[in-house]
Every structure is written in structure tokens, then in C-alpha cells.
């Protein structure tokens, strides 16, 4: 049988993101971000969003996981 990956995303310090394997505790990569982090990370599957603001303007990016693989980006 084989066992499902499931990932946490959680901040750290200032401006960053670190990917855990929820069945582990693992490490499994970390990323950093420009900006102020507004909403999230939220995760659903595979996948998580992140809104950060910029100047005056909020931007939202969606990453896959583990490997924090940029899929798309959105104005909030």
C-alpha cells in the first residue's frame, strides 16, 4: 500500500515558507518571498496560496508542493 504524501506549509521568520511531510515531520524544501504576507499559506493537496502585499498592491501566488513550483500568480 502506498502511503499518500501530505504537506504542511508554515512561515518562518521573516519572508519565508518551509514545506513538511505531515506524515513524518520531514523537511522537505523551504522558499523565500518578497513582500508582507497577508493571507495563508493555505494548502489543498498539493498545492498552496500565499498573498503578499506589495507597495499598495496585494499579489497572490499559488506553488506546487514540495518543491515550491511556481503555477500561478493573481492580484488581490
Given at each position: 500500500?502506498?502511503?499518500q504524501?501530505?504537506?504542511?506549509?508554515v512561515?518562518?521568520?521573516?519572508?519565508?515558507?518551509k514545506?513538511?511531510?505531515?506524515n513524518?515531520?520531514?523537511l522537505?524544501?523551504?522558499?523565500?518571498?518578497?513582500?508582507v504576507?497577508?493571507?495563508?499559506?493555505?494548502?489543498?493537496?498539493?498545492r498552496?496560496?500565499?498573498?503578499?502585499?506589495?507597495g499598495?498592491?496585494?499579489?497572490?501566488y499559488?506553488?506546487?508542493?514540495?518543491?515550491?513550483?511556481?503555477?500561478?500568480?493573481?492580484?488581490?
Amino acid at each position: 500500500m502506498t502511503v499518500q504524501k501530505i504537506y504542511t506549509v508554515v512561515p518562518t521568520g521573516t519572508n519565508g515558507l518551509k514545506c513538511v511531510d505531515a506524515n513524518t515531520g520531514i523537511l522537505q524544501n523551504s522558499m523565500r518571498y518578497t513582500g508582507v504576507l497577508v493571507s495563508g499559506p493555505v494548502v489543498t493537496g498539493d498545492r498552496v496560496t500565499i498573498v503578499v502585499k506589495k507597495g499598495n498592491t496585494n499579489f497572490g501566488y499559488v506553488y506546487k508542493l514540495p518543491n515550491f513550483l511556481l503555477l500561478t500568480t493573481f492580484r488581490g
